[in-house]
């Protein structure tokens, strides 16, 4: 299989983008040329469709649509250059697995402009941080009034207890919260936000929705923005990742072609599918992988119509999202799934199933500076269950007492281990209601355990990289 360079496939990468995105020439010509912000241009490239997909989807469901002068892709474009820029810098994705970044699309009174601003999320900013080589282990926590605290400093963690499952209104009034940050030499950094600074910050945030929706989550959000600026108060020592140069396939739309003969025999005509599937095929590491995952994407749409009617772009990406962490599309690896989202436009989004979250962890492939994870272990509590505690570890143990009725769910764990490290994490039926709430279609009332067992890992994924 031959290798093109990026620099002789420029004139084909601009007409390919041109049939993915409704964005004028010139704005695709701007993106296309800030790949070389990144050390490999290629990942730059896979980087920058990821963003491309997310502002499509975002400009076509605006307001006023494709037209609307606040979407995305009538940002001015000096400030998309300037905002993918910092994306380059910040080592931020927009892709749909582990997004760490986000666009905001502002009216500038002095210009008179659109302007665009890309920054981190809160877990975004604490991967960065991992990646500078700053801390190994971000915890935040609220602390409410019926809670026993007791703060040590800023060197030392806070002796803190309470009913981890509780929900938030069982534990009183939040008085504050505060973020403890190991480096990877085991120093401990804790930050305290008072109940007033919180209330101050949560009055400064440009939408309270989220804040009503997400109560805990927001505050607890808030006291790691507060704590990121003590982390770089020490000299940076970038975690040494070595990466293979990403070196693009060509011939790939050959690799397929006696697969979408047998397709347009059994009267599945994909023909016009064939270039997305192929461009996509492109970042993979290998034809083999290439081809294989080809011919799963192709199969699926084959077999499910309303997936034809997807935005190309949205299909495209599901292939190269699973070429970024060399993931399976198939049904029968259980690493990933995908939905419709029908939201004024149809695309295709994917997400990652219990196997593929297990998989991505285990292979170490976002490593940063805490060593790779060796084991995961995840619990349901339910009220009728017996729970005791390890003293040294903290980690439970939970005795189920009626396997016919274990009573109401209170929420669960995932304990997570990396070499000899252990960490635990408490997820709340709380929090999973909310999940639940914001879900769309019958799985969780038809599986209610299986449910809350998917939720429970979702809501703890990040923490386990």
Known sequence: MSVQSTQSQASTELEIWKAFFPATEVYIRTVLDCARYWVDENVGLRELFFFMSVATADSLRAEKGINDPRAPLNADLNSVRESLYALANIQGTFDPFLPTAYYKVRFDTKSGRYLMNICLNYKGRVHLAKLNGLVKCVTPALVCKKDKFTYNGKRMAPEHTYPQLAPLSERGDVIGAYCVATRPDGEVIVTFVNQNELEQLKSMAESQEFHQQWPAKMLMKSAINQAEREWYTKEMAPVNIEHEPLLRLSGTKALIEPFMELLNEQGKAMDKFAKIVAYAMTFFPDSHSAREEGENLLMMLASNPAMQKCKSFSIA??????????????????????????????TLEIDLMYQGMRDIAFSGITNTSREKVTKLQAELIYSKDRVLFDPSTNIPHVMEQDLQDRGDLLGGFVVITRSEEKEVIFVSAETMAKVADCSKGNVKSTWPKQYARKTLLRQTFSSWL
């Open 317 to 346: 990406r599901a292939l190269l999202v699973a070429s970024k962490y060399r993931i399976s599309l198939s049904k029968t690896k259980e690493q990933t799934y995908t939905t419709i989202l029908k939201s004024g436009v149809h």
